[in-house]
């Protein structure tokens, strides 16, 4: 089993920035890639960005150049910055990690952190 621990949501003016950190713990021998979802009131749950052990990374169009994916593998730790936040940014916004060969639904999901930014 994995715990995560997910902290830094919260209340900003649109064009502010946040940071989203996910601590985990447990048998995190087996993660390879960490990511964050993020739900919409109304809307499906979406992949925003992903990092790989080897650093590698992806994003969804709508945060290229806004956002940073990073990962402290000494701190078992992932971190989402967020620049330029946008009201449609508001989310609830879920930290996951999971090993090889499985999808993100059969990783290892955090409580969620509610980000809303205001107009």
């Known amino acids: 089993q994995v715990q995560l621990v997910e902290s830094g949501g919260g209340l900003v003016q649109a064009g502010g920035s946040l940071r989203l950190s996910c601590a985990a713990s447990?048998?995190?021998?087996?993660?390879?890639?960490m990511g964050w979802y993020r739900q919409a009131p109304g809307k499906q749950r979406e992949l925003v960005a992903a990092i790989t052990s080897s650093g590698s990374t992806n994003y969804v169009d709508f945060v290229k150049g806004r956002f940073t994916i990073s990962r402290d593998n000494a701190k078992n730790t992932v971190y989402l910055q967020m620049n330029s936040l946008k009201p449609e940014d508001t989310a609830v916004y879920y930290c996951?990690?999971?090993?090889?060969?499985?999808?993100?639904?059969?990783?290892?999901w955090g409580q969620g952190t509610q980000v809303t930014v205001s107009s």
């Open positions: 996951v990690v999971k090993r090889g060969g499985i999808s993100w639904d059969q990783g290892y």
């Open positions: 447990g048998s995190i021998f087996s993660i390879n890639a």
